[in-house]
């Protein structure tokens, strides 16, 4: 500090006191960005040149020819003309839609109920489901998904053995994806099953910050469950809850395992989720370009879903914070 | 590489393989290599591979279900009706139980049905390929087809054959339609049942013309070179040693495969005769670089399953496809 101080009034005739305020107030708000800016880099770096390249390949035919020749024909947005034109890419963003919505908002309902009773039981409990939310949430995807395949089996599978010997009706031999309403109840079954540990524990750790003191008052003025829930708790979680949304939005969007692995990797095109059809344009009909074009379309409604939930998240945090 | 024979025009067709015609008399047996894979390693009348072995399907059947069922091995698909007609009022009462496993996506095996009435995927005529699997006669072989899937499988008519070994295996099926191989799997001591090996035989596929057998497809492996490989002569060193009658006898006696050449076929004895027998009267997919798509799109597993789960007619089912198949195949990549 002190050479500092000297070197700045050598430098220049200003009094010793600002200069040394300038500079360390030019070092506050510099520091920060100096401290992110290599983490910054490797995001930009790892993320954003993955994301500059697709937006290139977008914009170009690429087949197997091209591939092998390491040289795309620039065809500048006739991809995305042709996606956009194609009848068979309205219905894979309907489905995408409806699919994400039935996920989420069972995601977080469940969730949510999971977490208010992990407040309300004994520890003991509370430690043994909380330990069987971790175990699902360890649980490697791909071999959870051919569990749950196996138990769904047309020939070999437990829950077509068990709905039988209940009396739910004759399950032997019934085919749970010969019907996309009742196939993506199944996807929707293993995607649920998977998400909940994660919302939930999260949610859970949000409700221990709900001011007991509002909880009590609410209480003595005669307030039910359901009303204190939607005029505490909620309010309180709001940050935290916009944050999940958005998270779990992003996320079932962009399902592609449990459809292409519970099919056999050979969905059949009623189960074309958008990441699924930006993989078969891409891969199997190696048709690069346009499977890119898929994938920025992706991108772009992504970014408008979770624009809204974003925004939210912010106001919120800064009429708590400020 | 070795490669699917299914997908080498594909790649030929994109300058991925190395054009080996002019070193065709180098590789031994080269006149006597079985024809499909031949046809399948030729490209605009240049050769880029080699022939590797082929696998052709044949019916695996029990024998002991057979006897006390009183069926006899059909030489004709009438009989073949007949025959799992009474194995199915033998044994019906079994929930799980099929004369015949046939699960609905397997289009290697709906495809002999759909040639020995004459039918075809698609024809060729200059350069523009026209889908033919909703011709009169491709129409007829797939009602046949249709008719002994309803009254003898009970198979998952939306499944594939992945698992149909593991399902033959429990007991609880007559025939399937399979690879030489899957004797193999389904006589496997972990993961299938040992014990049925010799309850097993084979029979091929009966023609809807008795005494005859139908076309099969003739599945099987190619041997290319890299087009950008830098060691092109020893590539070439290589594929002749694996495509060399020492290696080849060696894979028809212990691998039970059928190898690239008629002069070798004669090796092959029991179970696995049955099926390089079978070989002899093969075809092949139509063979044009954008085949390969028509298999990744799934178009004619698609359409044997609205076929058989009913909610297509088979005409209805079959043009759709078959405009699909059209629309693929003249595609330019």
């Known amino acids: 500090m002190r050479a500092a101080g000297s070197i700045a009034s050598t430098a220049r005739p200003r009094s010793r006191g600002e200069a040394s305020s300038l500079r360390s107030l030019v070092a506050r708000k510099g520091l920060p960005y100096a401290l992110i800016a290599p983490a910054t880099v490797v995001i930009l770096g790892v993320l954003g040149w993955p994301l500059l390249d697709l937006l290139y390949l977008s914009t170009q035919h690429y087949g197997l020819r091209e591939l092998f020749q390491h040289q795309g024909r620039f065809v500048g947005l006739q991809n995305f003309a042709t996606i956009l034109s194609d009848p068979q890419f309205k219905y894979v963003v309907e489905v995408t839609v409806i699919f994400t919505a039935v996920n989420v908002a069972l995601s977080m309902t469940l969730a949510t109920i999971i977490a208010l009773l992990m407040e309300r039981v004994s520890s003991f409990v509370r430690v043994l489901l909380g330990a069987g939310l971790v175990f699902v949430w360890a649980t490697p995807v791909i071999p959870a998904i051919d569990l749950w395949q196996w138990m769904f089996d047309y020939e070999f599978g437990v829950i077509n053995w068990l709905l039988t010997r209940i009396g739910a009706g004759n399950y032997i031999h019934h085919n749970w994806f010969e019907n996309p309403v009742q196939g993506f109840t199944v996807i929707t079954i293993v995607v649920v099953w998977g998400a909940i540990p994660f919302l939930a524990l999260t949610l859970h750790a949000g409700l221990t910050q709900v001011p007991k003191e509002l909880v009590e008052a609410a209480q003595i003025d005669g307030a039910r469950a359901l009303q204190i829930f939607t005029n505490v708790t909620l309010p309180t979680l709001k940050p935290l809850v916009l944050v999940l949304l958005s998270l779990s939005t992003i996320w079932d969007f962009q399902v592609f395992n449990q459809v292409w692995v519970m099919l056999n990797q050979r969905p059949g095109e009623s189960y074309f989720v958008m990441s699924v059809f930006s993989f078969q344009e891409s891969f199997r009909v190696s048709q690069y370009g346009l499977g890119s074009a898929v994938a920025v379309i992706m991108v772009a409604l992504l970014i408008l879903l979770s624009f809204f939930y974003v925004r939210q998240t912010v106001r919120s945090i800064n009429e708590a914070g400020a | ?333």
């Open chain 2, 1 to 333: 590489m070795e490669l699917g024979n299914t997908l080498v025009a594909k790649y030929a067709a994109n300058g991925a393989l190395a054009d080996i015609s002019g070193k065709k008399s180098d590789f031994e047996n080269s006149g006597t290599w079985l024809q499909s894979l031949t046809d399948s390693c030729t490209y605009q009348g240049k050769l880029y591979c080699v022939p590797y072995y082929a696998g052709s399907r044949a019916i695996i059947y029990r024998k002991d279900m057979f006897d006390a069922a009183g069926a006899t091995v059909p030489t004709s698909m009438d009989d073949l009706l007949t025959a799992g007609q009474k194995l199915m009022a033998k044994y019906g009462s079994d929930p799980r139980f099929s004369a015949l496993y046939f699960p609905g996506k397997y289009w290697y095996a709906a495809a002999p049905f759909v040639w020995d009435f004459g039918g075809d995927i698609a024809t060729q005529s200059g350069s523009q390929w026209t889908g033919a699997i909703n011709s009169a006669n491709s129409q007829q072989g797939l009602t046949v087809l249709k008719n002994l899937v309803t009254q003898l499988s009970r198979a998952d008519k939306t499944g594939d054959e992945l698992k149909q070994d593991q399902a033959f295996a429990q007991g609880h099926i007559a025939m399937i339609i399979a690879n030489g191989w899957e004797v193999g799997v389904i006589t496997d001591p972990k993961a299938g049942d040992p014990t049925l090996l010799p309850k097993l035989g084979a029979f091929p596929i009966p023609s809807h013309n008795a005494g005859q057998t139908a076309p099969v497809f003739l599945g099987g492996s190619d041997l290319g070179i890299a087009a950008k490989s830098q060691h092109q002569d020893l590539a070439r060193e290589w594929i002749k040693l694996l495509g060399g009658t020492k290696f080849q006898s060696q894979m028809v006696t212990v691998g039970g495969v059928i190898p690239n050449t008629t002069s070798l076929v004669s090796l092959s004895s029991g179970l696995p005769a049955i099926f390089a027998a079978a070989a002899k009267n093969s075809r092949f997919t139509p063979n044009s670089p954008n085949w390969a798509n028509v298999e990744s799109a799934n178009v004619l597993q698609d359409m044997l399953v609205a076929i058989f789960t009913n909610k297509a007619s088979i005409s209805d089912a079959t043009k759709t496809a078959s405009d699909k198949i059209t629309q693929i195949l003249n595609a330019s990549s």
